[in-house]
């Protein structure tokens, strides 16, 4: 059975950093390509970032270029995010992801960790 | 970015067959997905690339559509399908309909 786990959303003041992880299990972590996405409070769900399987290819939306970076412990099956420069705006509840394959569909989710930005 | 367009909600008894919507403002292939996310839950893939069922999901739900217009069906809806379904493109950047909730009456 695929799980994914994420840990590490806390309340963080604005400007301030934080680093997400996510434990994966049941499946071949290093086979697939593993996503971020997010959804603000009552929201819809907004595509964050995306790593290949190696981690040699990472992709970002605009508004996260520069301040957020995804990166991947195949050895430790563990997708993590940091995040800097954090923006009330970025407040959401965040969910990693499986891709079948770049460009591909959301197909396996965990069950998501709340980031708060706020003073 | 490629924007999708969803009704808000709809309304519709036990038993039924509806038909939700989505529309992109640029073609994108068959690249269409669906997810059905209930309330404190993680979202759940429906269908991918327009009308491939995902693994252990009932066959009351099916896809269809290609270019700009997909439609998600559930025939016949069940209390348990009270939720929200969100479409995703995956032809460009990824992007996701606002969402349409379903109520059943």
């Known amino acids: 059975e695929v799980q994914l786990v994420e840990s590490g959303g806390v309340l963080v003041q604005p400007g301030r950093s934080m680093k997400l992880s996510c434990a994966a299990s049941?499946?071949?972590?290093?086979?697939?390509?593993m996503a971020w996405v997010r959804q603000a409070p009552t929201k819809g769900l907004e595509w964050v970032a995306t790593?290949?399987?190696?981690?040699?290819?990472?992709y970002y939306r605009d508004s996260v270029k520069g301040r957020f970076t995804i990166s991947r412990d195949n050895a430790k099956s563990t997708l993590y995010l940091q995040m800097d420069s954090l923006r009330s705006e970025d407040t959401a509840t965040y969910y990693c992801?499986?891709?079948?394959?770049?460009?591909?569909?959301?197909?396996?989710w965990g069950q998501g960790t709340l980031v708060t930005v706020s003073s | 970015d490629t924007v999708l367009t969803q009704s808000p909600a709809l309304a519709v008894s036990p038993g039924e067959r509806v038909s939700i919507s989505c529309r992109a403002s640029?073609?994108?292939?068959?690249?269409m997905h669906w997810y059905q996310q209930k309330p404190g839950q993680q979202p759940k893939l429906l269908i991918y690339?327009?009308?491939n069922l995902a693994s252990g999901v009932p066959a009351r739900f099916s896809g269809s559509g290609s270019g700009t217009d997909f439609t998600l069906t559930i025939d016949p809806v069940e209390a348990d399908d009270t939720a929200t379904y969100f479409c995703?493109?995956?032809?460009?950047?990824?992007?996701f309909g606002g969402g349409t909730k379903l109520e059943l009456k």
């Open positions: 992801t499986t891709q079948a394959a770049i460009s591909y569909w959301f197909a396996y």
């Open positions: 049941g499946f071949t972590f290093s086979s697939f390509p």
């Open positions: 790593i290949s399987t190696s981690g040699g290819s990472t």
């Open positions: 640029e073609g994108v292939n068959s690249y």
């Open positions: 690339k327009a009308s």
């Open positions: 995703q493109q995956s032809w460009n950047d990824p992007t």
